[in-house]
């Protein structure tokens, strides 16, 4: 989205989804009268199966991003992605593509 070459698509570009965590959630349940049992951030490893499988999930969830880039641009873009990310952290020894994700794993009941 920085460089020269796709900043121009991202201007004024604002990400339209939140990510909320236990914090936020606490007092959203408790308003709504459940009992939290645990709500806890957990951290996954995804796994996607090499280059292509990468750019099959940033094309089909990124979309915020990817449509800011005109069709006929859009598989650079996203396989441009996937080359930046492979030089932070390359594929393992099976070509497969790690990414670190947070999970919001919430446990309550309703009533008392």
């Known amino acids: 989205m920085k460089t020269s070459r796709w900043a121009k698509h991202f201007d004024g570009f604002v990400f339209p989804y ?3 965590g236990p914090d936020d959630y606490r007092p959203w349940l408790g308003a709504l009268g459940f009992s939290i049992s ?31 880039v005109p069709e006929f641009l859009r598989e650079e873009f996203i396989y441009e ?8 952290r390359p594929p393992d020894a099976d070509g497969r593509i790690h990414l670190t ?11 008392s």
Do not use: Q, S
């Open 18 to 20: 939140a990510f909320h």
């Open 81 to 88: 992605i996937v080359a930046a990310h492979a030089r932070i």
């Open 38 to 68: 645990r709500i806890d951030l957990l951290t996954k490893d995804m796994v996607h199966g090499g280059r292509d499988g990468f750019a099959a999930w940033l094309r089909t969830t990124w979309l915020p991003y990817t449509e800011r």
């Open 101 to 111: 994700m947070v999970r919001l794993e919430v446990e309550a009941v309703k009533g």
